[in-house]
């Protein structure tokens, strides 16, 4: 796979200011007079590349595939294991670079031909991730039941890190790398004790039945966020039109403008409903007082296994740069917040005893990273069913990569 076939470099130095500024301000905010400019050129010039900006779009992605894979063969070192190929990879990707990063959202807003196609190629990019993995396995150096579940949730943690990585925060790059490296290889979970069991699938009804006892304008207003929700997750903000949520609702685009004024305001009230959904998760766990083990097995089943309900779909965050300024601060403050109290429980495990010494941000962040993107790669449904994914991103977040020595 080719980073793109064009006869000249012009093309890829375009490709990869678009991949920065599409990185730094969403693909929605993004004109192609501003990428134009960021190569000291007009606009007409770019079409003798690109026919428009969802061609340009595209080939952005395959750029960024082609990276991605390219970096996964070359970590493929003759005579390494397979944990350590996999960590040259990680460690590789996370370098600072900042023109390899591509965001894999919106694939959906693209013409169904394109984003088939990106769909398609993510996949063999985990499918040879996950041949590097079983790799691993045979030579001992892995614990994996299923290389492709572990592929895809590794894949969906590197491609999480752009959204939260700060270059002026309390660490620093190598310092996050490292720390990354470190739940990945080794899981959080003590290693010198035994993993319990894995615990009784948790009951949907105290969720469902909240949504029952809605109203009938509440219910109606609660479809209609869980519409345009799925149609965010996957066309982004972008891609998503008050005419096509009202299509998908059965509803006119009248009934939607009743409730919002434009599509900003339907986009935060659904950013809203995915955040206090999970924080009803958290609080319902909290509320059963589970261990540590438990509550994180429970909490990525749950989030995951709501995602089909009406409950859902699970939301993903990354349409956060649409909103306006004022909106976009509020909205990240309480995000942020909630982010806390789950970095709590981390440190309060970890003074119980059960989890090892880690860096609770770091731990967070790669938990949260793992799941995230599951509307986006399980779309189709693939044949895993949600607790099956769920317990595979669990056991990894838990246990690492490496061997567990059994417990004596």
């Not at 149609?231 to 096509?244: D, H, M, P, V, W």
């Not at 339907?266 to 438990?294: M, P, S, T």
């Not at 649409?322 to 601060?329: E, F, P, S």
Request: charged content about 25%; overall charge neutral.
């Amino acid at each position: 796979m080719q980073v793109a076939a064009f006869p000249s470099d012009r093309a890829e130095e375009i490709l990869a200011s678009a991949s920065r500024l599409f990185a730094r301000h969403s693909y929605a905010n993004v004109t192609m007079e501003q990428v134009a400019a960021s190569v000291r050129s007009v606009p007409g010039a770019l079409y003798h590349y690109f026919r428009d900006k969802d061609d340009l779009i595209y080939h952005c992605y395959l750029r960024g595939l082609a990276i991605y894979r390219r970096e996964i063969e070359t970590a493929a070192e003759p005579g390494v294991d397979g944990l350590e190929i996999v960590r040259r990879f990680i460690r590789a990707r996370l370098r600072s670079e900042g023109q390899r990063m591509i965001l894999f959202t919106d694939i959906d807003a693209l013409a169904p031909s394109y984003s088939s196609d990106v769909h398609a190629r993510r996949w063999q990019n985990a499918a040879l991730l996950a041949d590097i993995l079983s790799r691993g396995v045979a030579d001992g150096s892995i614990a994996c039941e299923e290389p492709l579940l572990t592929a895809v949730a590794l894949i969906s943690i590197l491609d999480w890190v752009p959204f939260w990585l700060s270059e002026r925060d309390y660490y620093t790059r190598q310092q996050a790398i490292d720390a990354i490296d470190d739940v990945i290889t080794h899981g959080v979970y003590r290693r010198e004790i035994a993993l319990p069991d894995m615990p009784e699938p948790p009951s949907l009804e105290p969720f469902l039945q909240a949504r029952s006892k809605l109203n009938k304008r509440a219910a109606k207003l609660d479809r209609m966020l869980s519409i345009a929700s799925d149609s965010f997750n996957r066309r982004g903000a972008s891609g998503t039109s008050l005419e096509s949520i009202a299509a998908d609702a059965g509803m006119t685009r009248a009934g939607i403008y009743y409730h919002f004024s434009e599509k900003e305001s339907l986009l935060l009230a659904c950013l809203q409903r995915g955040l206090a959904g999970e924080i009803a998760i958290r609080d319902h766990l909290q509320d059963l007082g589970l261990g540590a083990f438990d509550h994180i097995v429970q909490r990525v089943r749950l989030l995951l296994m709501l995602h089909a309900t009406p409950c859902g779909p699970k939301a993903t965050y990354h349409n956060i740069n649409y909103l306006n300024a004022i909106d976009r601060k509020h909205y990240v403050a309480r995000a942020l917040a909630t982010i806390r109290q789950d970095e709590n429980n981390h440190q309060r495990w970890i003074d119980e005893g059960s989890l090892r010494s880690i860096d609770t941000y770091f731990a967070e962040r790669v938990l949260t990273g793992m799941s995230h993107w599951y509307p986006i790669w399980f779309g189709d449904g693939r044949g895993w069913s949600a607790m099956r994914i769920a317990d595979h991103f669990s056991r990894l977040f838990l246990a690492g990569l490496k061997p567990r020595r059994r417990a004596v």
